[in-house]
């Protein structure tokens, strides 16, 4: 039970984070205008984080764990298309219904745990009720004011649904992967974070190279770096957390626990326009927020009901 409610908490501290991280990136996006070097700036910034994390907690036999090699490959294919998804998906849909979208993984994920099993997880009656109950909110949440993503929008944040809900599964694996070797749950989570953002970093660092071969000036590299940096601490923050989530209440209820973040970054959100004064997102009326707080109330229930109903299967 206690490390259920800890599984719990570190799912709501990264709904928080990341609800932040796609306000920064937001703002990144209206200085520089560009989802790909959102993407390899940023991820050069986390491996900066990853690359001493990984060689600190790694166990020596994980090393040669070709296993542990070939998981993180595919997960590192899948998590770039996620990540330039969501950078695109940010030029035609404001950062807080990104996150209320961002709901629809649960029922991909619980389709997906119906037809590929991982694990003892399963998806009962009163758990799909409650999934309705959530989906029914994101729902209320979309129709609430704001930007309307348009087919290209939509496509984008369809694409990001669906790869970052095979992210998840793959994350456990990776983590189940690591347990094997002696790791403890936590150690296991953050060396699962550390391989995959540390060695993507390789990427991103080889894609900033290339625009300085080109004639980026330093200078203008080492801003867009800085400016990507809030992300950046935001969103590995919240993986930290979200690992460690994942592995001990699974892919699905971690997600259910994650929903959160569709209100929390509609506060976010909010309180960004009010204090930075950056347009991240539109105003809307005082009608719009009495829908917002009615789909706050489905949401909670969504979440006790499909943690109840979890307990007593």
């Excluded at 998981?71 to 219904?97: D, G």
Aim: net charge positive; proline share 3%; hydrophobic share 55%.
């Amino acid at each position: 039970m206690q490390m259920m409610l800890l599984g719990i908490l570190a799912g709501l501290a990264s709904a928080i984070l990341q609800s932040c991280s796609y306000v920064a990136s937001a703002l990144f996006l209206k200085r520089h205008g560009n989802p790909r070097e959102m993407l390899f700036y940023s991820q050069g910034v986390q491996a900066l984080f990853a690359l001493p994390l990984f060689f600190l907690l790694v166990p020596a036999g994980a090393l040669s764990d070709s296993g542990i090699w070939l998981a993180n490959l595919y997960w590192l294919a899948i998590f770039s298309v996620t990540q330039l998804s969501m950078f695109q998906a940010q030029e035609h849909v404001e950062p807080s219904k990104i996150a209320t979208w961002l709901g629809l993984k649960i029922v991909v994920l619980a389709l997906m745990t119906l037809a590929w099993p991982q694990g003892t997880e399963t998806v009962g009656g009163w758990q799909w009720f409650a999934i309705a109950l959530m989906l029914t909110a994101v729902t209320a949440l979309n129709f609430s004011g704001g930007m309307n993503p348009g087919w290209k929008g939509g496509a984008w944040l369809a694409t990001f649904v669906v790869i970052a809900s095979l992210c998840d599964r793959q994350q456990v694996v990776i983590i189940n992967l690591f347990q094997s070797h002696g790791a403890s749950l936590f150690q296991s989570a953050l060396l699962t974070l550390a391989l995959g953002y540390w060695t993507f970093g390789l990427v991103a660092a080889g894609f900033v190279g290339g625009r300085l071969f080109r004639g980026e000036t330093l200078a203008l590299a080492v801003r867009k770096a800085r400016d990507s940096a809030p992300f950046a601490v935001f969103w590995f923050t919240a993986m930290m957390a979200i690992y460690f989530c994942y592995g001990q209440l699974g892919a699905v209820f971690g997600n259910v626990v994650q929903s959160t973040r569709a209100l929390i970054a509609v506060v976010i959100a909010f309180l960004a326009c009010r204090i930075l004064k950056d347009g991240v997102e539109q105003p809307v009326s005082r009608a719009m927020w009495f829908r917002r707080a009615g789909a706050a109330f489905l949401m909670t229930a969504g979440i006790i009901l499909y943690s109840l109903a979890g307990r007593s299967a």
